[in-house]
């Protein structure tokens, strides 16, 4: 069973521009979280998408967004991208709303800003 | 904000178990224990997750309190391989409660 994809691994941008990250759960999972990843803050929930919607959401500007599709795959969007913006971003897949599920992580994308 | 407190570094010679520990004492009834470890620039792994009852596994086992405000992961004969981050973390158990992780413990394993 293949686990979570993420695309593309590394990325660089430059300031003030925008950037889209993809993430394909693992076949049949329906729900995708994404996680920002920095050395002086860890990891930092940024929001979670079940069945095209989203459930839950971190405290981060509205320059982050997500989008879940009908096949369970998720892009999220960074926009006005800032210096600060530079990260790993992580995505991971959960079974179902069951009880006790575990989050499968993708290897990330890193992101570089300058 | 974290619900647990972990020692943010602990050495363990190769081959000797490596006793994890993490204090959660404002676990609620309904929230489980989890643990996930990150390799250096790879994504978080699941280990192990349990609710009240010892839970053990192909990767490690569990040992939770009577009281369930602390926990300690067990890696019983510890490799190279396990040098990483280690997360304890407390969540209920449906998918969208946030995974809220906090600095961890840095594990290094030593030959």
């Known amino acids: 069973k293949a686990g979570v994809t993420q695309t593309p691994r590394y990325l660089i941008k430059t300031r003030g521009q925008q950037v889209t990250l993809s993430c394909s759960p693992i076949?049949?999972?329906?729900?995708v979280s994404w996680y920002q990843q920095t050395p002086g803050q860890g990891l930092q929930f940024l929001f979670e998408?079940?069945?095209?919607?989203?459930?839950n959401k971190g405290n981060f500007p509205g320059r982050f967004s997500g989008r879940q599709f009908s096949n369970s795959r998720s892009e999220m969007n960074v926009s006005t991208l800032e210096l600060g913006d530079s990260a790993l971003y992580l995505c991971?897949?959960?079974?179902?709303?069951?009880?006790?599920?575990?989050?499968?992580f993708g290897q990330g994308t890193r992101l570089t800003v300058v | 904000d974290a619900k647990t407190t972990q020692p943010p570094s602990m050495d363990c010679a190769e081959g000797r178990a490596a006793n994890l520990p993490c204090n959660h004492s404002?676990?609620?009834?309904?929230?489980?224990v989890y643990w996930y470890r990150q390799i250096h620039s790879q994504g978080p792994q699941y280990i192990i997750h349990?609710?009240?009852n010892n839970e053990t596994n192909e990767m490690a086992s569990l040992i939770i309190t009577e009281d369930r405000k602390s926990s300690t992961l067990i890696l019983p004969h510890a490799t190279l391989r396990d040098t990483a981050v280690y997360y304890c973390?407390?969540?209920?158990?449906?998918?969208?409660?946030?995974?809220?992780f906090g600095p961890g413990t840095s594990l290094s394993v030593i030959p």
């Open positions: 973390i407390v969540r209920v158990a449906v998918s969208y409660d946030k995974v809220i």
């Open positions: 991971a897949s959960s079974p179902s709303d069951r009880d006790g599920p575990e989050a499968f």
């Open positions: 404002t676990i609620s009834g309904n929230e489980y």
């Open positions: 349990g609710l009240k």
């Open positions: 076949s049949g999972h329906r729900s």
């Open positions: 998408y079940f069945s095209e919607t989203q459930r």
